[in-house]
Each structure stands twice: as structure tokens, then as C-alpha cells.
């Protein structure tokens, strides 16, 4: 080369995000690139299995404090004790606790709670249900907190994965102990969490199953599919995907609503229509607005910039339109299938540090907001349930009050033992799902017909209203017509069997 001559150009090299790797000739998908070397992938490797395993320790003790200390927020856990061990003793879901011969699948629609018969035979006791809630809980707290850390580094990561495990929607959902949608939790987290990456198939693959978990998820996999589609508009296959998705929701939810349910149903017909009112009383009272105002700092306000925030709406349409008040609040598992939502829309919206791109409505390639906007909306999701106080109710866990056994403990258990196993056993909900695994149990107050072997009362059970009889064995001959004598009474427990 003479002195005169001009170098040769340099050869510009493609950018590529920073953190991201771009092997030559493929392209990184969106939002999806190689996770952090060195001190990151440490991070991202070990601290969303450590949220999972501390969330499932501390709702796991959570159920077993309320079991052992005969903490009943429901009939649900009887019921759902039942439904598990007759999937267990590869029996159809009858659960005469409802009435005779009702099938669980007559009232809502979850073939997806036969994968608890493996939980049965290993552990056969309500007491298994509320851990095997708190592992399904835990879990989905993985895929989101990798995802989460990944888009908005460590620090702001850890924080959306600890506020979304300890948030007030699964706080909630295992205080009162176990229902269905404790599957739905870890099957939208590895969906929206799929989607999010760029995966398509695979988030199509874990939405699928959530039509067997509930019968009303059937609408939300329908508009997921929509979102699917419309997030992909140029990509024909993936495009075909999403409306399939939607199909396949929207089919299953006419099909089990309409179909299913009222054929396995002992009155036939679904039986939660006359719960609905009209449509002017979504607007009120005003717990809905602060329910809503919960779980928009839940996805840290912005997160309604995401189309994502859309798939609440099924649910809090027919919890708004309820006439049951316990369907308007917090206080109960309701909001547990919102939460996977709130933190994908959250992070859908703040967007991908490594990229650039964030979502705002219609866009996906807005610039990611400035730092202090994604601290702001991070804390949101986290101040939003640590404004709960001393309400919380994980909190029980280290309340040195919840860990000293009730005094009514022992005469629990000899209550139960005055029951001859196998017994036809009549029971108020106190005991209800510590007597199922050695009982045929039905509710003291329900609507079977079929004559008990022996009734079970609790003087404290809040379904005598405060007015328990003064002889069980007399208020059981006034109720069947047969004559019972009392085996046993004490502790505010009585049990009475036929003569």
C-alpha cells in the first residue's frame, strides 16, 4: 500500500443487543436473547428455584398450621379431600358431601384434578392437597423470575418474582385452602412466559390444558389465541396458531358450560347461572373498584399497555356480574389466576433492556421506558400487597400465636375415633376433611337422604349460627327419624351413632 492510498473501509459489524448472542445467519427472536454470563446466570440460575422453594415452604406450613390447628374456611378442602380420594381409588368423582351421588364434574368442570390420585396414594389426607397447592404456587414463580431477570436485570428481576410469588392473589388463594385453579397458576405462567420469549408452539402448548382446570378458562385460552394471532399478524403459522388456540378455548367453554356439565350435573342443568345478575351491577359496590385498583398496581399501572392485561377480563366479568360477594374481593382464590397475568403484562410492557423494544398497545417496538419508570412500576407490584399489613396472611407463618397447638386437638382425633371406620359419617366442616380418608362423609346439614352410621358435631361450628342442639343424639332422631345414642362428648365435639 503507498502512503497516499486510502485504507480500505472497515466492515461495519450488525449490532446485536448487549448480553445477546447472534450466531451467524440466524436471527435472535424478540425479547429472547442468551441469558447473562458470570455473576448474572448465577442469579438468574439459583434465585427463581429459591422464591419457588420459599413460597412453597411458607404456604405449605401455612396449610399445615390451619389443618392441625382445625382451621376450616370452607367446605372446599372436604370436598376437594373427597374428589382426590375417590380419583385415588380409580372411582368416579362422587362427593356425597354436596348430596348422593353428586359428581364433582356435574358442578365445574376440572378432569384436570385426577392427577391428584397419584398425590392419594402416596399421602392420603386433605393435609397433602394444601402442599401440593403450595408446589404448584411455587413453581410458577420460576419461568416468570427467570424471565423477569432476563428483561430487567437482577435486581428489579428478584423483585417482580418475590412480589409476584408473596402477592395478595396467591396469598389469598392458600389461606383459603385448596381449589382447582391452583393448576391454572403454573400452566399461565409457562404460557404468557413462552409467549413473551417469542415461543409461539410452546405457549400454545401450556394455555391448552387450562380448558380442563375450569370451565370459564375456556374464554380466557380463547382470547389468548386472539392476542397470539394479532401479536403475530406477519408470521402466517404462528398467526394460525392463535386462532386455533382461540377455537379450541372458545369450543371447550360452549362444550363444558353447556354440555358437559349439566349432563354430569344431578339436576341438569350448570348450576351458577342464577348467580349471575345484571350487567349494570358490575359498576358496583365499590369493592369491585378497589379489587380492579389492586391488580392494576399488581401489573405496576403500566402494565395496561400490554394487550396481555385484556385476559383478566373474563374472569372479573363473571365474578362483577356475580351476586356472590365473596367473587367481588381479594380475600379469596379468585385473583390467584390474575397474577401470572399482572406480572407478563408488566413485564410485556417495560420491556427488554437487552433489546430495546418495548410493548405499548398496538406496538411492540416502542423504546423500553427510562429506569425510573421500571423501578416505579416494579415497587408497585410489590407495595401493593406490603400495604396489606398485618392482614396478610402468609404472615400466620411466623406468628408465634399460629404454632401453638389447639387445645381442642385431642379431642378432635377421639372424636374421630369414636367412628367406626368406613362408617356412613353425617359432619359439619370443622372435621369434614380429616374425616374423609377413613369415612363415607357427608355434611351434617346437606341434603342426603341416605341415614348416617354416626353424626359428628362441633358446638363451634359457625354452621349452627350459634344455636348447636343441646343432645346431638336427640336433634339426629328429630332429623332421621331413627334412634341414636351419644358415644362420645367433649371438647365442644359429640358424636352420636344409631342404636
Known amino acids: 500500500m503507498t502512503p497516499d492510498a486510502a485504507p ?8 446485536v443487543p448487549q448480553g445477546t448472542t447472534a450466531p451467524r445467519g440466524k436471527r435472535v427472536p424478540p425479547g429472547d436473547g442468551a441469558p447473562e454470563r458470570g455473576r448474572g446466570a448465577r442469579t438468574r440460575a439459583i434465585m427463581p428455584p429459591l422464591l419457588a422453594v420459599l413460597a412453597t415452604l411458607a404456604y405449605g406450613v401455612q396449610g399445615t398450621l390451619q389443618f392441625r390447628n382445625l382451621t376450616a374456611r370452607s367446605w372446599d378442602l372436604g370436598i376437594f379431600t373427597q374428589l382426590a380420594r375417590a380419583y385415588g381409588e380409580l372411582r368416579a368423582p362422587i362427593v356425597p358431601i354436596k348430596g348422593d351421588d353428586v359428581n364433582l364434574l356435574g358442578d365445574h368442570f376440572h378432569p384436570i384434578l385426577a392427577l391428584l390420585a397419584p398425590v392419594w396414594w402416596v399421602w392420603p389426607s386433605g393435609e397433602a392437597l394444601l402442599w401440593t397447592q403450595a408446589l404448584l404456587l411455587g413453581i410458577s414463580a420460576i419461568p416468570l423470575t427467570r424471565l423477569a431477570i432476563d428483561r430487567l436485570g437482577p435486581g428489579l428481576g428478584i423483585l417482580a418474582g418475590g412480589a409476584y410469588v408473596f402477592s395478595f392473589g396467591l396469598q389469598s388463594a392458600a389461606s383459603v385452602q385448596f381449589h382447582e385453579i391452583a393448576f391454572a397458576v403454573p400452566l399461565l405462567a409457562m404460557s404468557l412466559t413462552a409467549l413473551l420469549r417469542g415461543r409461539v408452539p410452546a405457549a400454545v402448548l401450556w394455555a391448552a390444558p387450562l380448558v380442563l382446570v375450569k370451565e370459564d378458562l375456556g374464554l380466557t385460552v380463547a382470547l389468548l389465541g386472539v392476542i397470539i394471532a394479532l401479536r403475530n399478524r406477519g408470521d402466517r403459522e404462528h398467526r394460525l396458531l392463535g386462532y386455533a388456540l382461540a377455537c379450541w378455548g372458545a369450543g371447550w367453554f360452549i362444550l363444558s358450560t353447556f ?6 350435573n344431578t339436576a341438569g342443568q350448570y348450576d351458577y347461572t342464577g348467580n349471575l345478575g345484571s ?4 359498576f358496583w359496590p365499590g369493592a369491585k373498584w378497589v379489587t380492579v385498583l389492586m391488580l392494576l398496581l399488581a401489573a405496576g399501572v403500566i402494565g395496561t399497555r400490554s394487550p396481555l392485561i385484556a385476559l383478566m377480563l373474563p374472569t372479573l366479568a363473571w365474578r362483577f356480574t356475580g351476586t356472590v360477594e365473596f367473587y367481588w374481593g381479594w380475600g379469596w382464590h379468585y385473583d390467584a389466576v390474575l397474577m401470572p397475568i399482572a406480572l407478563a403484562a408488566l413485564l410485556d410492557a417495560l420491556g427488554d433492556r437487552r433489546s430495546g423494544r418495548a410493548t405499548a398497545w398496538l406496538r411492540r417496538d416502542a423504546p423500553v421506558p427510562v429506569r425510573r419508570i421500571r423501578v416505579t412500576a416494579v415497587a408497585a407490584s410489590a407495595v401493593v400487597t406490603l ?3 398485618g392482614t396478610m396472611p402468609v404472615l400466620d407463618v ?3 400465636e399460629s404454632w401453638e397447638p389447639t387445645w381442642r386437638a385431642p379431642y378432635a382425633a377421639a372424636a374421630l375415633d369414636a367412628v367406626p371406620d ?7 366442616i370443622t372435621l369434614m376433611a380429616q374425616a374423609v380418608p377413613d369415612h363415607d362423609v357427608q355434611w351434617i346439614h346437606g341434603p342426603n337422604t341416605r341415614v348416617p352410621d354416626c353424626v359428628l358435631s362441633d358446638v363451634y361450628a359457625f354452621s349452627w349460627a350459634d344455636q348447636p342442639p343441646a343432645d346431638i ?4 332422631q328429630e332429623t332421621w327419624g331413627i334412634t341414636f345414642e351419644t358415644v362420645y362428648d367433649d371438647g365442644g365435639f359429640s358424636v352420636a351413632c344409631r342404636v
Open 279 to 282: 350487567p349494570l351491577d358490575v
Open 422 to 428: 368406613g362408617d356412613v359419617l353425617a359432619v359439619d
Open 259 to 264: 354440555v358437559i356439565l349439566p349432563a354430569l
Open 387 to 389: 400495604m396489606l399489613g
Open 8 to 15: 480500505p473501509p472497515a466492515r461495519r459489524r450488525a449490532a
Open 473 to 476: 343424639a336427640d336433634w339426629s
Open 398 to 400: 411466623v406468628r408465634p
